[in-house]
């Protein structure tokens, strides 16, 4: 039998699908816009529909963000004291500023690592 990856460039598929590309050809795109997924891929026919990130990327997201952010916002009222409303203008457009792009740098990282590690749903056999 022929092995299916072997017409295909060796890839590191999480690499790949970081920067928002096929994580089995690497060219292909992986998102249809910021964060929705393609049906398949332009390139290489790959078929997505065993990427299901699900709150993964969130997940991890809140966690690396609210500590940066906890910190940054405890060290800034401990050091300065300064009113709610600067506390506000600080935090809420950095959080944003943060979550954006980590959103889909981890949803593909985690599409990607699903991809090569060929994970699936849990299955008994009976």
């Known amino acids: 039998m022929t092995d299916p990856q072997a017409s295909y460039p060796d890839v590191d598929p999480g690499r790949a699908a970081m920067r928002g590309r096929c994580p089995r050809c690497g060219e292909g795109p992986l998102f249809d816009g910021f964060l929705k997924l393609r049906p398949s891929c332009s390139r290489c026919g790959l078929d997505y529909a065993f990427a299901d990130a699900g709150d993964g990327p969130a997940?991890?997201?809140?966690l690396i963000v609210g500590v940066v952010v906890i910190g940054l916002a405890l060290w800034v009222e401990i050091s300065f004291s300064p009113p709610l409303w600067v506390h506000l203008l600080l935090w809420l457009p950095l959080s944003v500023i943060l979550v954006l792009p980590l959103m889909r740098l981890?949803?593909?990282?985690?599409?990607?690592?699903?991809?090569?590690?060929?994970?699936?749903?849990?299955?008994?056999d009976a």
């Open 106 to 124: 981890f949803k593909g990282l985690l599409i990607g690592l699903q991809y090569r590690n060929r994970a699936a749903e849990g299955r008994l």
């Open 59 to 62: 997940a991890f997201v809140v």
